[in-house]
């Protein structure tokens, strides 16, 4: 039973005031990862649980450049998309 308890990524088990974590809770989040967690929080879907994760492994310095690259890249697709389309509209 105990080593199931352990084997659980992201679970913490509290014992007597110590806490024991599992070691992949300790690694900070990926590339990809901060990238997901930036488009999720753009579209506000982030849950809560992920939300903690960022906010306890992530480093703000990393959410805050890639939501900036994200926002260029938006605002760049949506002005193409509106120069294309009054480019064939004719105006």
């Not at 974590?21 to 989040?29: A, S, W, Y």
């Not at 579209?43 to 450049?65: A, C, L, M, W």
Request: charged share 15%; proline share 2%; glycine share 8%.
């Amino acid at each position: 039973m105990w080593k199931r308890l352990l084997s659980v990524q992201y679970r913490q088990l509290y014992f007597r005031g110590f806490a024991v974590v599992n070691e992949t809770e300790k690694k900070t989040p990926s590339i990809f990862s901060v990238l997901g967690s930036v488009l999720a929080s753009m579209f506000g879907v982030q849950s809560n649980r992920k939300r903690e994760q960022d906010f306890t492994h992530g480093k703000p310095s990393q959410y805050i450049i890639i939501g900036l690259f994200v926002t260029v890249a938006f605002v760049l697709a949506v002005w193409g998309l509106v120069s294309l389309v009054m480019k064939l509209a004719g105006v």
